[in-house]
């Protein structure tokens, strides 16, 4: 049984940073793809950056590129986004996921698993 567990949200002034971290446990996580998404209230969940299995591709929508960064280590099980600049509209609850994929994936139906989700408030 696949299970994700994100942490590191909070609240933060624009133009500061967080760092979110995702546990997995339940398969090799080094198998296989890992992403990360977001859902503001009343938006539909949005894609936010993918990486695979490897760590060495990465994609992100442009809303977010050149200010977030997604990483893993395999070792430790653990997907992470680092997150600056961040801006009002950021503001979402955040969730990892992974599917059955090594390699990136970006679309919503691609991913089977998805953590809890973890609050992230960015303050004007």
């Known amino acids: 049984q696949v299970q994700l567990v994100e942490s590191g949200g909070g609240l933060v002034q624009a133009g500061g940073s967080l760092r979110l971290s995702c546990a997995a446990s339940g398969r090799t996580f080094s198998n296989y793809a890992m992403g990360w998404f977001r859902q503001a209230p009343g938006k539909e969940r949005e894609f936010v950056a993918s990486?695979?299995?490897?760590?060495?591709?990465?994609y992100y929508p442009d809303s977010v590129k050149g200010r977030f960064a997604i990483s893993r280590d395999n070792a430790k099980n653990t997907v992470y986004l680092q997150m600056n600049s961040l801006k009002p509209e950021d503001t979402a609850v955040y969730y990892c996921?992974?599917?059955?994929?090594?390699?990136?994936?970006?679309?919503?139906?691609?991913?089977?698993?998805w953590g809890q989700g973890t609050q992230v408030t960015v303050s004007s």
């Open positions: 990486i695979d299995w490897s760590g060495g591709s990465t």
């Open positions: 996921a992974t599917g059955s994929s090594a390699s990136l994936i970006y679309r919503l139906y691609q991913y089977d698993y």
